[in-house]
């Protein structure tokens, strides 16, 4: 939604006239990669990776196609970075002696909920960021790298799920992201 309402709101309507701004995860669920690969990859034993349908965006319709492309791509790792900010505040907020609805202890199940948000969008947010395409972190980059070696770059696009499964499969990932990771959470936890 975020890369929608970016796009939308830096000239190209094309994701809007498709009800792609929206909060509504059924407009944005992509059969294969929101279905399909995550339950393979939690029945199978290898790592879960999933997606949503891409956001459609003309770039000839955004005011500066280079720039703005490259803010629609970062969009949706900013929002998860939001997220995990809100819930980071919230979690910060919330009493630290028990809370109770109908003689029930809430507290508890609300801050684990809550410092699970936290996790997922700040991982969600990083991993978003490798620059790989399809990833918006490989968009970030081809968006900024001067036009004759993003043409090159672009070219490693239809590997670029396999690149992911290595970086996984060889623990590269982990030491790739998980810096970065643990020193956001011990800000916003």
Known sequence: MAHAWVADRLGDPTARHLGRVSLNPIVHMDPIGTLVFPLVGALSGFPVIGWAKPVPVNVAKLRNHRRDYVLV?????????????????????????????????????????????VEINVLLALFNMIPIPPLDGGNVLAGILPRDMARVFEGIRPYGFLLLYALMLTGTLNRLIGPSYFFLLSWLR
Do not use: E
């Not at 791509?73 to 900013?78: D, E, L, Q, T, V």
């Not at 109908?102 to 410092?115: E, F, K, N, Q, R």
């Open 73 to 117: 791509a970062a969009a949706g790792p900013a929002s998860n970075l939001v997220l995990a900010a809100l819930a980071g505040v919230a979690l910060q907020t919330m009493p630290v002696s028990p809370q109770y609805i109908g003689g029930l202890d809430v507290s508890a199940p609300v801050a684990i909920l809550t410092m699970r948000m």
